[in-house]
T-cell receptor
């Protein structure tokens, strides 16, 4: 595997379910990000982890819970979501220092029914 | 506050040149990025400007004027595969490597 991978690619869940999104980066980066992309809206930053510590939490509801067990893996745990949470969830990684660009995974298309 | 503006949609023909503009107002400035995103795919990094002027990378160039809060992405010799959304993003001074994105410009290249 190369770059940034995300699983699952598609997820349909009910409002009472609990699920997790997984992201893995194979680039040796030390910063990882979760973004939400809704139709006709800008990409919204949700969480940032640097060296496995959360450094940014953009007023995200507590029904979204991130976890970063090591610098290569990032999870987003989901519970009691709302239909308006349906969106594309993108993971990204960057070097943290030096090169500033972020590299994105293909995303998980989430539908909440 | 943070605000990034770019046109919603543009059309152009194969072989032509197109310029996609981006204006921004952010709390501080620490660089501007352009990403390309094909439908259903991940955004991919195109260019980064932190100083005024033009950065050229093959068929793609990006320009920045910090005093005007303005950037553009120039695509030359357009190809059908350039049909995609182009996202402008600014890194403000606040937040760890935080990026603030515009809504993106959907470019349609026709034969």
């Amino acid at each position: 595997e190369t770059g940034v991978t995300q699983t699952p690619r598609h997820l349909v869940m009910g409002m009472t379910n609990k699920k997790s999104l997984k992201c893995e980066q194979h680039l040796g980066h030390n910063a990882m990000y979760w973004y939400k992309q809704s139709a006709k809206k800008p990409l919204e930053l949700m969480f940032v982890y640097s060296l496995e510590e959360r450094v940014e939490n953009n007023s995200v509801p507590s029904r979204f819970s991130p976890e970063c067990p090591n610098s290569s893996h990032l999870f987003l745990h989901l519970h009691t979501l709302q239909p308006e949470d349906s969106a594309l969830y993108l993971c990204a990684s960057s070097q943290g220092t030096g090169l500033p660009e972020q590299y994105f995974g293909p995303g998980t298309r989430l539908t909440v029914t | 506050g943070q605000n990034i503006d770019q046109p919603t949609e543009m059309t152009a023909t194969e072989g032509a040149i197109v310029q996609i503009n981006c204006t921004y107002q952010t709390s501080g400035f620490n660089g501007l990025f352009w990403y390309q995103q094909h439908a259903g795919e991940a955004p991919t990094f195109l260019s980064y400007n932190v100083l005024d002027g033009l950065e050229e990378k093959g068929r793609f160039s990006s320009f920045l004027s910090r005093s005007k809060g303005y950037s553009y992405l120039l695509l030359k010799e357009l190809q059908m595969k350039d049909s995609a959304s182009y996202l402008c993003a600014v890194r403000p001074n606040t937040g760890f490597q935080k990026l603030v994105f515009g809504t993106g410009t959907r470019l349609l290249v026709s034969p």
